[in-house]
């Protein structure tokens, strides 16, 4: 590993420079966890965001517009969303390069997005039956 400030070659995993002193770590970046928890923020959003819209926008459009205006605006509000928060979610798992962990992240996207298209549909046919 060569020293930042003064390119002096050091051993692997060296704290500081033999030569000059200097920290050997700073300015390293720990990726993986800056991704894990990007990753981890963006499914707690989108999370909320399927959340808010099929709890309370969803009623509320169904309340004060015609049936057919209401429908088109569910499912156009959930297929946006649906499809932002499964690209975002799958595409931060690739970034992650340990297996172990990437197989557990994608396990965990696929189980959110089965369960908010079971969320949707249960709402939504709630809904429906009402009318």
Known sequence: MKCPKCSH???EG??????CGSSLIEGKK???SILLLAWCVSLIFFFVAHF???WLITP???QNYDMTTGIKY???SQTIISICSTLTSLIIPFAIPKMTYKIIAFIIVILTVIG???VNCANLSAYLSNY
């Open 30 to 32: 720990d990726w993986n």
């Open 9 to 11: 070659p050091n051993e």
């Open 60 to 62: 509320y459009v169904l």
């Open 52 to 54: 808010i819209n099929s």
């Open 14 to 19: 060296a704290l500081f420079c033999n030569h």
């Open 116 to 118: 908010s298209i079971i």
């Open 74 to 76: 569910i499912q156009i």
